[in-house]
């Protein structure tokens, strides 16, 4: 482990951060090409949805990406992506919740889902509002596994 565990992971750390921002500035992802990883026609469908959600998000400029997972799949996919904003993923599970913490870039929130997309929607808005990572009039990207959507609104 060594005399200095704390300061070994504070530099760590920081040349992370610096190399993905050097990352960003230089605009490498665009150059990046991500390989398929489904093979089936759904799972073809969710990672152009993943991807196009990260590349809206970089290029409008959102504040956040909203993703409603049951399995944690498109949270994954979304991830990959490296979008310039954060990315709440919403599940019903707790053992998916506890998986997603170990990906870049999630914060994942384990809540039950109604049947109704408008509800879970205002539900993470409150939810996201009282802890203060949102404002409203933020402009949020929304993907969902369950309805193979995405959505682009504003907080209100």
Known sequence: MGQFPDKALTVLRSVSLRIERWWREEKRYESTPLQPIGSGFSDRISEEICNSAAKMA???GV???FVYTKDGHMASLVSRCRPDCPIFAFTTTTSVRRRLNLQWGLIPFRLSFSEDMESNLNKTFSLLKSRGMIKS???VIAVSDMLQSIQVMNVP
Do not use: F, S, T
Request: no cysteine; aromatic share 0%.
């Open 58 to 60: 970089n290029n409008l």
């Open 63 to 65: 504040d956040a990406v």
């Open 137 to 139: 009039g933020d402009l």
